[in-house]
């Protein structure tokens, strides 16, 4: 984990409350996994709390981290207000990411509204080392999505589904994955989103005993497992989503009687 002042090289908004930022950062480069998250810290009155942000992707080459957020508080506002130029202080990397030290597998990859942030960095990762993946990615409408833009998804086969049927399949996302695994030959689901979204997408990957990996989206104070604000409950009694995850293998998450899923190389 680092503390590193990095400075803001672009801030813009993708499509309503939605933003990517983009900022020069050296430190924490080489050692961040897809499915980390950092803490972002306000300045402005009435924020003291740093802000849990997933990390959208980091280009080694050019020392870049991206972040995708959407403006919901006091926070997320004063990060929508930064400029090119400002500065701003990040902590991390931090918690547990995606298992991504896999080889010849064939991987889908769920993205739902925000879940969609830590894609664009698992989807590469993956393709390094010579993985299938197979990407679907769902919203509430065409807007939400206009980020998958920013997502090098050539050569690989797509899913989009829309509540409103604005873009895609009208639907949600367990449709084109229920079908997915239906046909067979998936060795594992990683997926990031709403809880319900999780929890459907769980239970449909351990319904086909396919291992999944899920990524939870808590309010956290600290993010270093300082205080209990993220804990939740699981098959393995109270766990931190700050440091057990934001990943985890959705056996210990979800309720359900699989058909024993075994874990695709990766455990």
């Not at 207000?81 to 990040?90: M, Y």
């Not at 396919?210 to 600290?222: G, N, Q, T």
């Amino acid at each position: 984990m680092f503390l590193e002042d990095c400075k803001v090289l672009e801030n813009k908004q993708v499509f309503g409350t939605y933003y990517l930022m983009k900022l020069k950062g050296e430190k924490s480069i080489n050692v961040a996994k897809a499915g980390q998250f950092y803490m972002l810290q306000c300045k402005g009155q009435g924020t003291i709390l740093r802000r849990p942000i997933s990390l959208h992707y980091i280009n080694k080459s050019e020392n870049i981290l991206e972040f995708y957020y959407e403006v919901k508080g006091l926070g997320t506002k004063e990060f929508a207000n930064l400029k090119e130029g400002d500065t701003l202080n990040i902590q991390g990397p931090l918690g547990n990411g995606f298992t991504t030290d896999i080889e010849n597998k064939t991987i889908v990859v769920v993205g739902g509204g925000m879940g969609i942030a830590p894609t664009k960095l698992l989807i590469e990762r993956l393709k390094e080392n010579g993985n299938k993946v197979i990407y679907i990615c769902g919203g509430r409408n065409k807007g939400a999505l206009e980020i998958i833009k920013n997502i090098n998804l050539e050569g690989i086969e797509t899913y989009i589904t829309t509540d409103d049927g604005s873009l895609g399949i009208k639907g949600n996302v367990t449709m084109p994955l229920r079908t997915l695994l239906e046909k067979g030959g998936i060795d594992g689901v990683y997926t990031c989103g709403p809880h319900k979204m999780l929890e459907f997408v769980g239970k449909t990957a351990q319904e086909f005993g396919v291992y999944c990996e899920v990524s939870l989206e808590e309010r956290m104070a600290c993010g270093v497992k300082a205080c209990v604000g993220c804990s939740i409950l699981t098959n393995e009694g109270m766990k931190k989503v700050c440091h057990d995850g934001p990943v985890f293998d959705s056996r210990i998450i979800i309720d359900i009687n699989p058909k024993n899923p075994e874990p695709c190389g990766c455990k």
